[in-house]
Nanobody, 127 residues
Framework: QLKLVESGGGVVHPGGSLSLSCAAS????????IAWFRQAPGKEREGVSC????????YYIGSAKGRFTMPRDNFKDAVYLQMNSLKPEDTAVYYC????????????????????WGQGTQVTVSS
C-alpha cells in the first residue's frame, strides 16, 4: 500500500521561497501519477503540479507556472515542490497525491482522480 508523507511547510514572507518534500513508501512511484494539490480555507482543493505516469512529463497549473518546480528523486522515491516568489494567495495546506497507472489517467487538476493522499503540510505566506 502506497503511503505518502509531506514535510517542509512553514511561514515565509511574500517573495520568499519554500521547498516541500513528499516521501513515498510501500510502492514504486514509477507506476503512479504523482501530484501536488493545495487547499485554502473555504476553497476547493486545487491542482498545483503533477508528473504523469503515462508520459513522464511535469505539468504546472495556473499560478504555479513559472514560479514552482516539481523535481523528482527516483532513487529516494520522493518528489518535491520548490516554490519561489511566494504570494499571500499561495497560503494553503499542500497535499501530495498519487494515482495508480492502472486505470484511467487522472487529470492533474482534479483531485477526484487521485486515491492516495498525504496528511498535508501548511504553507503560510505573510508579512
Amino acid at each position: 500500500q502506497l503511503k505518502l508523507v509531506e514535510s517542509g511547510g512553514g511561514v515565509v514572507h511574500p517573495g520568499g521561497s519554500l521547498s516541500l518534500s513528499c516521501a513515498a513508501s510501500g510502492a514504486n512511484l514509477d507506476y503512479y501519477t504523482i501530484a501536488w494539490f493545495r487547499q485554502a480555507p473555504g476553497k476547493e482543493r486545487e491542482g498545483v503540479s503533477c508528473i504523469s505516469a503515462s508520459d513522464g512529463r511535469t505539468y504546472y497549473i495556473g499560478s504555479a507556472k513559472g514560479r514552482f518546480t516539481m523535481p523528482r528523486d527516483n532513487f529516494k522515491d520522493a518528489v518535491y515542490l520548490q516554490m519561489n516568489s511566494l504570494k499571500p494567495e499561495d497560503t494553503a495546506v499542500y497535499y501530495c497525491a498519487a494515482a495508480s497507472s492502472i486505470g484511467p489517467a487522472p487529470s492533474c487538476d482534479d483531485h477526484r482522480g487521485f486515491g492516495y493522499w498525504g496528511q498535508g503540510t501548511q504553507v503560510t505566506v505573510s508579512s
